[in-house]
């Protein structure tokens, strides 16, 4: 796996719930083969308009539905724990999408 990989693996939500489902590898993580991601949601209602980021299906992504690139549900997973890939994101959206969860944390 590497950094803007769509991969599938088991997420928590935020009521507790695990489900498995599309993710992107925002970063690898020092030790121990542990990555951290973002969920991706069909639910584009979720939308957090200048942070999240819709993503339309094609040949690169192999996403079958619009869907969302939700910043604000971020996980960490083990790499035991993926279950295979899908496609990729642009190295720029993908550039774009850090600096958007960095300055996010940044900001006082």
């Not at 009521?15 to 990555?35: N, Q």
């Not at 083990?78 to 774009?96: C, E, K, Q, Y």
Request: hydrophobic share 45%; aromatic share 4%; proline share 6%.
């Amino acid at each position: 796996m590497k950094e803007g990989d769509i991969i599938i693996c088991p997420v928590a939500s935020a009521s507790g719930s695990t489900k498995v489902r599309p993710a992107l590898v925002l970063r690898a993580l020092p030790t121990y083969d542990d990555y951290l991601i973002c969920g991706l949601s069909s639910q584009l209602w979720q939308e957090i308009p200048g942070f999240d980021e819709v993503l339309l299906p094609d040949a690169v992504n192999k996403l079958r539905v619009t869907s969302l690139i939700r910043l604000s549900f971020l996980a960490v997973v083990n790499v035991s724990d993926i279950r295979g890939g899908m496609g990729h994101v642009s190295a720029s959206m993908l550039a774009t999408l850090k600096q958007r969860l960095a300055d996010h944390l940044i900001k006082p």
